[in-house]
């Protein structure tokens, strides 16, 4: 079994402060997970995924996320928002048999 | 052109009717998944298809059925709709993950969504 949370419904930030997005997974095995960005009336376009290199993995738009498996989370964060950012973000976790559970999704807003 | 496209992008239609939503990837990828998107609750598992003869249903598959015509088509349909069933409708595809690359399943690529409303 596997379950995906996203800790925060909205986000809101200032053009030029940093970004955090919350995900928390859960899993019985060793997963992939992924954040997917999907702008109005847009499908989803993956930002980012982790498989199982590097812990710290660097996405498109300078997004970047941490996978920490001792706090079983994988939090998205940007050093420096964009008011192009503005969308709503999903946390995905995907089993090996092709499964995958989306988080219920945050969105960001950013203000100039 | 896109790799993942789905037609209808836009369908209002009434309580009863029969519906098909159609999704053609040129991706040549083997798996083929169909969600829905609800405000507030992500993206939901209808049905997936890992092959043209391998078909499954995810967590809300009540109410819809699915067919697999080839590889790069895979068509939902809602056999009598119904207005819960109003929501964004997308189609997915991925790759088999490569043994020992990858701990989980690969990138999935979406189409741009199907706006169904049920009246």
């Known amino acids: 079994a596997q379950s995906v949370t996203q800790l925060d419904s909205h986000v809101s930030v200032s053009e030029g402060t940093p970004v955090l997005l919350r995900c928390n997974y859960s899993?019985?095995?060793?997963?992939?997970l992924f954040w997917y960005v999907q702008h109005p009336n847009k499908g989803l376009q993956l930002l980012l995924k982790y498989t199982s290199a590097a812990t710290l993995v660097k996405g498109i738009n300078g997004f970047e996320a941490e996978f920490k498996k001792s706090e079983t989370s994988f939090h998205l964060t940007k050093p420096s928002a964009h008011m192009s950012d503005a969308a709503e973000y999903f946390c995905?976790?995907?089993?090996?048999?092709?499964?995958?559970?989306f988080g219920d999704g945050t969105t960001l807003t950013v203000k100039p | 052109d896109a790799d993942v496209t789905q037609t209808p992008r836009n369908r209002i239609t009434k309580t009863g009717k029969r519906i098909m939503l159609e999704c053609s990837q040129t991706k040549g990828h083997d798996r083929m998944y169909w969600y829905r998107q609800d405000p507030g609750l992500g993206l939901r598992l209808i049905y997936y298809s890992f092959d043209v003869k391998d078909i499954n249903k995810g967590e809300i598959s009540d109410g819809y059925s699915v067919s697999r015509q080839a590889q790069a088509k895979f068509s939902l349909s809602l056999e009598s709709a119904i207005p819960n069933q109003t929501a964004l409708y997308f189609c997915?595809?991925?790759?088999?993950?490569?043994?020992?690359?990858?701990?989980?399943?690969?990138?999935?690529?979406f189409g741009p969504g199907t706006r169904l409303t049920v009246l």
């Open positions: 995905v976790v995907t089993s090996y048999a092709g499964k995958s559970t």
């Open positions: 997915a595809t991925s790759d088999r993950p490569v043994p020992g690359l990858a701990m989980g399943g690969d990138t999935q690529y």
């Open positions: 899993s019985s095995y060793s997963p992939s």
